[in-house]
């Protein structure tokens, strides 16, 4: 088993950064990869991106990319996600997910572990 919680979230304006984690415990070493995802109100959870974690390879949503970064830290079993020029439409629940497979890392049905979510507000 793998546990996660995220952290960061809050309250920002448009334009402003915020920067998510996420700690990993428990089974670390069955880890393929990490994926923050976000759910939006009356909407679809989607990706945001994801990151190996041995060897640290991103995928990026393109709708986000040079917006939204993702990186990890493995001596501190983290995951974080840089959010820069924050929009009001990027209000969500935002998931930390891990992966034990290597395919798909950019669907959310293809990770067994997810973290309880946190919110990130944006306000124009």
């Known amino acids: 088993q793998v546990q996660l919680v995220e952290s960061g979230g809050g309250l920002a304006q448009a334009g402003e950064s915020l920067r998510l984690s996420c700690k990993a415990s428990?089974?670390?070493?069955?880890?393929?990869?990490m994926g923050w995802f976000r759910q939006a109100p009356g909407k679809e959870r989607e990706a945001v991106a994801s990151?190996?974690?041995?060897?640290?390879?991103?995928y990026d949503t393109d709708s986000l990319k040079g917006r939204f970064t993702i990186s990890r830290d493995n001596a501190k079993n983290t995951v974080y996600l840089q959010m820069d020029s924050l929009k009001p439409e990027d209000t969500a629940i935002y998931y930390c997910a891990a992966s034990n497979g290597r395919l798909g890392l950019l669907h959310p049905s293809n990770y067994a572990y997810w973290g309880p979510g946190t919110q990130v507000t944006v306000s124009s």
């Open positions: 428990g089974r670390i070493s069955s880890i393929y990869a």
């Open positions: 990151v190996t974690w041995a060897v640290g390879i991103t």
